[in-house]
């Protein structure tokens, strides 16, 4: 099945600054590559996703772009506030569901 | 809509004893999974579905039941619960192989 990694675990950030968390996947036929940030206590919610035909994706401050031939995604915050504070996960297919990479805990720090 | 929902919110059980938390979506979804959430070990899938009378195991599906007689409704059974069972439970649904929605998850211990 799917092996996704990601990383850092943690990530500490001034605001302002840009954030930038890495996951790689196995699966070479893998085309589907979301985003989730999950706020404590909260349920995960899809903040971006991107699919195996294009090379990166917009939107406002975020950004995701995918390396298919070295199969790794990467998920992009520039700007950073505090409210984006939260644990973002990675993710790819696993037959008709996802399999999760284990979480980057972001801290923004005013 | 109301999504997909879940209950119980909070459920704290013995070693031993059985329950079901339910998970239902008014969405239409013909996917729907069931995944749990540990400190540091991410969301781990553990049943999934692609319509009604279909599962299928995850990557965590031993001490775990599901059924699917209805596109609505996917509840997941603890046969005999276990301490390593404690933790948070997110159902999600999907209208296709990709976006899923979660659920606000229950919250079990087991003591």
């Known amino acids: 099945g799917e092996n996704v990694e990601q990383h850092p675990s943690t990530l500490s950030v001034q605001e302002g600054d840009s954030a930038v968390i890495k996951c790689t996947y196995s699966d070479s036929a893998s085309n589907y590559f979301p985003w989730y940030k999950q706020e404590l206590g909260k349920r995960p919610q899809l903040i971006i996703d991107?699919?195996?035909?294009?090379g990166e994706k917009k939107d406002q401050r975020i950004a995701v772009t995918l390396n298919k031939t070295a199969k790794h995604f990467s998920l992009h915050i520039t700007e950073t506030q505090p409210e984006d504070s939260a644990v973002y996960f990675c993710a790819a297919p696993r037959g008709y569901a996802l399999n999760f990479g284990k979480g980057t805990s972001l801290l923004v720090t005013p | 809509n109301a999504g997909v929902t879940q209950t119980p919110k909070f459920q704290v059980l013995k070693t031993g004893q059985s329950m079901t938390l339910q998970c239902a979506q008014d969405m239409n979804h013909e996917y729907m999974s069931w995944y749990r959430q540990d400190p540091g070990m991410g969301l781990r899938l553990i049943h999934y579905s692609v319509g009604a009378g279909i599962t299928d195991q995850g990557e965590v599906p031993n001490g775990y039941n599901v059924s699917r007689s209805t596109t609505e409704d996917f509840p997941l059974r603890l046969l005999s619960a276990a301490p390593s069972q404690t933790s948070v439970y997110f159902c999600?649904?999907?209208?296709?192989?990709?976006?899923?929605?979660f659920g606000p998850g229950t919250r079990l211990t087991v003591l």
């Open positions: 999600a649904s999907s209208y296709s192989s990709d976006t899923q929605y």
């Open positions: 991107i699919r195996s035909n294009v």
